[in-house]
């Protein structure tokens, strides 16, 4: 059976040439349906709301799933701040299901846009050219 995070990085490295830019994408997909949704609140789609809840979930479950697996490549820390996002967004994403309001999406829609900026910045080995 393939664990999650292989059978994501397959994906990935199917859809674009760097796996840190299908993150990304994926990431920026998801804030950007939030900030359409947080920008028309008033005559805001519940059911658009509701897909795109469970289009960040399930990206962020992929993400902990793989970072909870111990062969996980990752440092530890990293794993656990993932996690710990994780948590977060699944909380967040609860809180918005049982009370909506516009101002919950700030979060969701901040997460995953910073965490896209880092994806798309080169590793420092990289940038430095070492």
């Known amino acids: 059976m393939q664990r999650p995070h292989d059978a994501y990085n397959q994906t990935a490295k199917m859809v674009v040439a760097d796996p840190r830019e299908f993150d990304a ?3 920026l997909k998801a804030a950007s349906r939030f900030q359409r949704l947080r920008d028309n609140w008033e005559d805001g789609d519940r059911k ?4 795109a809840l469970l289009y960040n979930r399930k990206i962020w479950t992929v993400y902990a799933t793989s970072a909870a697996e111990l062969d996980h490549p990752l440092p530890r820390e990293i794993k656990q701040n993932i996690a710990n996002l994780a948590i977060f967004i699944f909380n967040r994403t609860l809180e918005i299901q049982v009370k909506p309001e516009a101002r919950l999406l700030d979060a969701l829609i901040n997460i995953n846009r910073q965490i896209a900026a880092g994806l798309l910045q080169k590793p420092l080995a990289m940038a430095t050219g070492g």
Not at 48 to 51: F, H, P, Y
């Open 25 to 27: 994408s994926i990431l």
């Open 48 to 51: 658009e709301l509701a897909e």
